[in-house]
């Protein structure tokens, strides 16, 4: 569960993983439900040229320890505050959350609008009931328990569904996420996750036209990009977020799945400097 830059801090009594390089305006990369910092490692490499970067396992994901608490989206943004503190980021810092991490990305600055120079949101949670069948069986809690026993076909299946381009699907993806689903408290956390979330029907409603309110009455550049091809959270919901938030920045990735930040890394790369150049982050 290390990997090459990995450190693990203490916060608050618990163990995180992050990776953290290079100078420059900050930069915090979250990722999704049950995955690790690893799904964004090339964004990681390559934004680290010019910005301080910091990528994190999100609590109870991967190398970062479980709350005591039960693992909401306020949770998990209070946690990532933590960690932001632990490491010194005491300046406006660009959120890029991607999944879930958009969520969690939104729910920070919303919070905590001071934190925040910036959103990109990636193939985002939050803009629409529709969800893969996957996870909105997690939230039927017995049945869940049984979906989430780690094996290597199942998480074969997962990592499959994830990219348009399977040559994304490697044996150091397929290991990475073996070993955050072996976890102990791993199905606990996901568990957690899925019933404050949604629903057998789909992601709840309540919580995502509280946050997105918030998000919009945000001074606040705001780009948001999907993966016409994602099997997660469809393209749809898009539009979805250009009709919320209609002052922010839209991109659609044409042949891409729901990680479009591994599947066209440098296209990602530009697209979100190009950005920032337009909205720099303050001194």
């Given at each position: 569960m290390t990997g090459r830059g990995d450190t693990t801090l203490t916060v608050r009594g618990r163990a995180v993983r992050c990776r953290v390089a290079g100078q420059g305006p900050p930069v915090v990369l979250l990722h999704g439900i049950g995955r690790t910092l690893a799904d964004f490692a090339e964004q990681h490499d390559l934004l680290a040229r010019d910005h301080r970067v910091v990528s994190l396992d999100l609590a109870g994901h991967?190398?970062?320890a479980p709350l005591d608490e039960p693992h909401t989206l306020p949770a998990l943004a209070r946690a990532t505050a933590d960690c932001l503190d632990a490491l010194g980021v005491d300046r406006p810092a660009h959120l890029v959350g991607n999944s879930l991490g958009g969520a969690v990305a939104m729910r920070l600055a919303v919070d905590d609008p001071a934190r925040a120079a910036s959103l990109v949101l990636v193939n985002s949670?939050?803009?629409?009931a529709e969800v893969t069948i996957a996870l909105?069986?997690?939230?039927?809690r017995p049945l869940g328990r049984l979906l989430l026993r780690p094996s290597r076909a199942v998480i074969r299946?997962?990592?499959r569904a994830l990219f348009h381009d399977r040559r994304h699907v490697t044996q150091a993806r397929l290991a990475e996420a073996l070993?955050?689903?072996?976890?102990?408290?791993?199905?606990r956390v996901m568990l957690d996750l899925a019933g404050s979330l949604g629903t057998f029907?789909?992601?709840a409603p309540g919580w995502r036209a509280e946050l997105l309110d918030a998000v919009a009455r945000l001074d606040l550049p705001?780009?948001?990009v999907w993966g016409d091809r994602?099997?997660?959270l469809p393209a749809a919901h898009l539009a979805a977020a250009r009709a919320r938030l209609p002052l922010a920045r839209a991109h659609l990735f044409a042949d891409t799945g729901h990680l479009p930040q591994v599947e066209r890394a440098e296209e990602f790369h530009r697209l979100v400097t190009d950005f920032w150049a337009d909205h720099p982050a303050p001194g």
């Open positions: 991967g190398g970062s949670a939050g803009f629409g909105r069986l997690l939230a039927l299946r997962t990592e070993a955050a689903a072996r976890r102990p408290h791993a199905a029907r789909g992601v705001i780009l948001v994602d099997l997660i």
